[in-house]
C-alpha cells in the first residue's frame, strides 16, 4: 500500500497519495519491528533451554561419577553410549572430539568445534 501510495504522489488523486503512503509505511515499520522483537526472543529461549539442557547433563555426568557405591553407578560404556547419543554424536567421534581438544590444549591451540552436534 506503501509503495502503490507513493506512485500516485503528485497526480490528481491530491494529499491522499501522500497520506496512504506515510500511513502504510509506518503500519508495515511497526508490524516488522514486532515480527523481529519476536523472532530475538525466540532465539533467547533457545539459548535458555539449551543451557538448561547442557546443565542438566553436567549435573548427571557429576552424579554418576561422584557416586561412590559402585552397584548404583551406570554401567560406563552405556553411560558414554548415552552421553553421545544426547550430544548427537557417535560414540567413537565424541573420543575422537575428547582425544584432539585434549591434544590442542596440551599445544595451546584453540579448538573450533563443539561437542554437541544438535545446538
Same mark, same amino acid.
Given at each position: 500500500?506503501?509503495?502503490?501510495?507513493?506512485?500516485?504522489?503528485? !497526480?490528481?488523486?491530491?494529499?491522499?497519495?501522500?497520506?496512504? %503512503?506515510? $500511513?502504510?509505511? @509506518?503500519? @508495515?515499520? $511497526?508490524?516488522?519491528?514486532?515480527?523481529?522483537?519476536? #523472532? $530475538? %526472543?525466540?532465539?533467547?529461549?533457545?539459548? *535458555?533451554?539449551? @543451557? %538448561?539442557? =547442557? +546443565?542438566?547433563?553436567?549435573?548427571?555426568?557429576?552424579?554418576?561419577?561422584?557416586? +561412590? /557405591? $559402585?552397584? +548404583? *553407578?551406570?554401567?560406563?560404556?552405556?553411560?558414554?553410549?548415552?552421553?553421545?547419543? #544426547?550430544?548427537? +554424536? !557417535?560414540? &567413537?567421534?565424541?573420543? /575422537?572430539?575428547?582425544?584432539?581438544?585434549? &591434544?590442542? !590444549?596440551?599445544?595451546? /591451540?584453540?579448538?573450533?568445534? =563443539?561437542?554437541?552436534?544438535?545446538?
Amino acid at each position: 500500500l506503501a509503495a502503490c501510495g507513493t506512485a500516485f504522489v503528485g !497526480s490528481s488523486h491530491g494529499p491522499w497519495a501522500a497520506t496512504l %503512503g506515510v $500511513v502504510a509505511g @509506518a503500519m @508495515a515499520s $511497526v508490524v516488522n519491528t514486532m515480527e523481529h522483537g519476536g #523472532q $530475538v %526472543g525466540m532465539v533467547f529461549e533457545m539459548y *535458555r533451554s539449551t @543451557a %538448561g539442557f =547442557f +546443565r542438566l547433563m553436567e549435573e548427571t555426568i557429576e552424579s554418576n561419577l561422584s557416586e +561412590r /557405591d $559402585v552397584g +548404583r *553407578r551406570e554401567n560406563g560404556e552405556l553411560f558414554e553410549m548415552k552421553v553421545a547419543l #544426547q550430544l548427537g +554424536r !557417535s560414540l &567413537s567421534g565424541l573420543k /575422537d572430539l575428547a582425544a584432539s581438544s585434549y &591434544s590442542s !590444549s596440551k599445544n595451546g /591451540d584453540a579448538i573450533e568445534e =563443539f561437542a554437541s552436534k544438535l545446538f
